[in-house]
């Protein structure tokens, strides 16, 4: 079967989430029998040299453009003005669409798979340049992106942001809940996910029997981690490791830090939080706090999390699923998390993970799991165990060909 990928960035290196699970896909697609091209824009902010694409994605083949994809002020207040949802329009260039409507003209593909909604506007203004285009497309929902900016503007203190965030994310979910509707098929990677989707499209159906409602496949994301499982308890240490150029990442960890970190140390006064991950600043004075270890972006993402002890999740704004929880999950690591950070896994609080959304009893899990090794071991046993079962890398992706093969064979 012959696919086109069309994502956002190139996904490398494997510091984030969303990183990890698209590399995963396209290796595991081909190694299931696929044969790949992948089109993305190579941006300013995650570039990547030709050298490194070459050497780490020979498994198939990749096209790309260049795009600045920052944000600029008097884009956005033009926008603001006169645009639709500036989220999306940052992901659109002429060089970009001519050449993914090249690629889609030149070559027959079997099916087009979209990674996440920041690919869909490229495609979007490229199929359509090419309207006899048939090739079914599915869309790869890697959450409600809707949900994320909703949560970070209900959340955020500072009254302009707030306001600028609420009207960006109500344009936001009319583009996404749109595009669910332009597609043949949606693929959502959580179950919760595609219990939303359903419901809107089951709505939509209602209204209007002439709108086309796609077919949908849940493809939860897997990992394939080589090193073994091994728990390792680590007195007194906890951790918390993601990209801080993200905000709710960065909205999470301070929300930690204020509110449950001196709960903690009143506990254990000796206990130390270890921060890492893309964009933060070794120098950042927020994080010059007691007990607390700033080491910037690390370079091996598994050496740091089995060296650190317990993982902590506590971001209050997100959907999907966080990747490094599972990659925690598979190495032998435990975890406490916020609500929205297990959003996504099935698991229960204190079988496979604690889940706690008030500072206190975030704080007393954490204790707990810090001061009970035995109480820790079973966790990750379980959760161990968890991962095995639902989150099969390549398990997960030859159900997805097939239901590839079947959108193809059936012209859905």
Known sequence: MRLLVVGNRVPWPLHDGGAIATYGMLRSLVENGAEVDFFTFNTKKHFAENATIEKYFGFCKVHTVFLD?????????????FGGSYHMERYVSKEGVDKLRDLMSMHRYDGILLEGLYSVPVYVEAAGAASTYSTP????????????????????KNPFKKWYLGIQSNRLKKYELQSWLKFQAIVPIVPTDEIAIKKHLEATREKSTSKNIPAIHTYQPGIAIERPFAFIHQPLSLF?????????????VMWFLHKVWPLLLNKLPQAKFHL?????NPQDPRFFQTGVVNHGEVP?????????????????????IRIKSLEAMALGVPIVSTSVGAQGLSVTSGAEMYIADQPQAFADAVVQLLT???????????????????????RNTADLLTFLRQLKSTGA
């Not at 918390?240 to 999470?252: D, K, P, R």
């Not at 890492?276 to 933060?280: I, P, S, T, V, Y």
């Not at 165990?385 to 890398?393: A, D, K, Q, R, S």
């Open 300 to 320: 091996n993402a598994e050496d740091f999390m089995h060296q650190h002890g317990i993982m902590i999740v506590p971001i209050q704004a997100g959907s999907g």
């Open 69 to 81: 994809a920052g944000l600029k002020p008097w884009k956005m207040l033009w926008n603001l003005m």
């Open 240 to 252: 918390h490791i993601g990209s801080m150029e993200w905000q709710a990442n960065e909205q999470g």
């Open 276 to 280: 890492a991950g893309k964009g933060l």
């Open 137 to 156: 497309v599915a869309y790869r929902s890697h959450n409600l992106e809707y949900q994320i900016w909703e949560r970070l503007a209900t959340t955020s």
């Open 372 to 394: 009970h090794p035995a109480m820790a071991q079973t966790l990750t046993q379980n959760a161990r165990g968890y991962v095995e079962t639902h989150h099969n890398l390549k």
